[in-house]
């Protein structure tokens, strides 16, 4: 199988994290990309930079590399392989999934390096 393509997103992101009852800020479904999670502990909430949240905690400076799919549900390791190259060059990671594909959130500092090692490896980043 060959390997994936990964596209950069122009945006710079923010990582909130509030407690696990409280309310969904509206403001956030009117972004054109946010990503949700809600647990027994927690409710974390990936934003744009240019939203600013009155989160517990925030990390911001995030870019995001998007696997061009749509992926099969059935397709096996790929996070688990492009895991593994950013791993190898020590490129901390946050991702989160859709139905149709996996988003790798990566520090700015570290976006060159993770784009050349995914290009070392075989993978083609546009």
Known sequence: MSKQTLAVLPES??????????ELPAEVLTQPLYF??????ELSIVVP??????????????????????LQLSMV???A????????????IFVVSTFETDY??????????????????GYKVD
């Open 13 to 22: 992101f923010s990582i909130h994290s509030f407690p696990q009852d409280a």
């Open 36 to 41: 949700i999670g809600r647990t027994r502990d």
């Open 49 to 70: 930079d240019t939203l600013s949240l009155t989160s517990e905690s925030c990390d911001a400076g995030w870019r995001i590399l998007e696997v061009l799919g749509p």
């Open 77 to 79: 390791g790929i996070m």
């Open 81 to 92: 392989s492009i895991g593994s190259v950013l791993a190898k060059a020590r490129v901390s």
């Open 104 to 121: 790798f959130l990566v520090k700015q500092p570290d976006l060159e390096r993770a784009i050349q090692a995914l290009q070392q490896d």
